[in-house]
């Protein structure tokens, strides 16, 4: 079983930064895809981005492009998410997790804790 803590989150003001970071434990890391997804209260669980397992592909939603950039480090067994630009509408809790089947949601890849990004207006 992987597990995944997530932090970095934090209250900042609309216009603002945070940095985002996903440790992940574990040998299976670097063979999968990841993603950043997040909740907002009282609304389902959104994907964010997405990267490949070599780093080099990338996708986003609309919401986010061009103010958010995803990265990973296979060697520290680490995702990052750089948010710029911050919206009231980002504030939600974060999440990382493998780009998989709900069946290995519920297995390998169980999600952590996320962490929370208030953005006020």
């Known amino acids: 079983q992987v597990q995944l803590v997530e932090s970095g989150g934090g209250l900042v003001q609309a216009g603002g930064s945070l940095s985002l970071s996903c440790a992940a434990s574990g040998r299976s890391f670097g063979k999968y895809a990841m993603a950043w997804f997040r909740q907002a209260p009282g609304k389902e669980r959104e994907l964010v981005a997405t990267?490949?397992?070599?780093?080099?592909?990338?996708y986003y939603i609309d919401s986010v492009k061009g103010r958010f950039t995803i990265a990973r480090d296979n060697a520290k067994n680490t995702l990052y998410l750089q948010m710029n630009s911050l919206k009231p509408q980002d504030t939600a809790v974060y999440y990382c997790?493998?780009?998989?089947?709900?069946?290995?949601?519920?297995?390998?890849?169980?999600w952590g804790q996320g962490t929370q990004v208030t953005v006020s207006s």
């Open positions: 990267i490949n397992w070599t780093g080099d592909r990338t």
């Open positions: 997790n493998a780009v998989t089947t709900e069946e290995e949601w519920s297995s390998t890849w169980r």
